[in-house]
């Protein structure tokens, strides 16, 4: 069983460029979540997306946004880069997305450099 | 405020050795659940073991054992037969409601020496 794909590994980017990352949850998982991780802020909470719809959002600016699609897959979008945004963007994936022991499975990530 | 507490920044253990790395907890909600993650230097977070705050019995994966002391608000883990492979950070993190938002901890770097 193929796990959570996160596409692409590895961006560039400059300030006030905007970017999408990509999800690909295990197949069956209808629950994706996005984390940021950065040395200085740890893991935080981005967005969590069930059945096509934002379920939990996180403190961060407007310009951080996502959806989901109808097969599970899911999007984030930073509009107006800032050299703050370079992170490790961490996607997971569960089965329900409900309270049960169900674990989040993470992707590899993909680590957002800003320049 | 829902908060995770690792307050070892970082640990050394000797290989076939046990080490116990903590966590701690603050929720006001009586159902949560607890959970241990390993992130090698590569950057993927790899599950390890799951605590349900009514289990009555401390979890147990392997070489992978949860200390739940729900009074007390922790969550340890503890690895027995350290491997070098074991090196690694270590994230505690909390879960709550019927939401999958995770609240981590600030990891705790485990070496592992020969």
């Known amino acids: 069983k193929a796990g959570v794909t996160q596409t692409p590994r590895y961006l560039i980017k400059t300030r006030g460029q905007q970017v999408t990352l990509s999800c690909s949850p295990i197949s069956g998982h209808r629950s994706v979540s996005w984390y940021q991780q950065t040395p200085g802020q740890g893991l935080q909470f981005l967005f969590e997306?069930?059945?096509?719809?934002?379920?939990n959002k996180g403190n961060f600016p407007g310009r951080f946004s996502g959806r989901q699609f109808s097969n599970s897959r899911s999007e984030m979008n930073v509009s107006t880069l800032e050299l703050g945004d370079s992170a490790l963007y961490l996607c997971?994936?569960?089965?329900?997305?409900?309270?049960?022991?169900?674990?989040?499975?993470f992707g590899d990530g993909t680590r957002l450099s800003i320049l | 405020a829902q908060k995770i507490t690792q307050t070892q920044p970082g640990m050394f253990v000797q290989e076939k050795e046990a080490v116990t790395l903590d966590c701690t907890y603050d929720t006001s909600d009586q159902s949560y659940g607890l959970f241990w993650y390993k992130q090698p230097s590569s950057g993927e977070m790899i599950f390890l073991i799951y605590q349900g705050s009514y289990d009555e019995q401390n979890a147990t994966e392997g070489r992978y054992s949860l200390n739940f002391q729900k009074a007390r608000k922790s969550a340890n883990l503890v690895i027995s037969a350290s491997q070098l492979g074991d090196s690694a950070m270590y994230f505690c993190a909390m879960r709550l409601g019927d939401t999958d938002k995770l609240i981590f901890g600030t990891g705790t770097r485990l070496q592992v020496f020969p």
């Open positions: 997971a994936s569960s089965l329900t997305g409900d309270y049960s022991n169900q674990p989040q499975h």
């Open positions: 997306y069930f059945s096509e719809t934002q379920r």
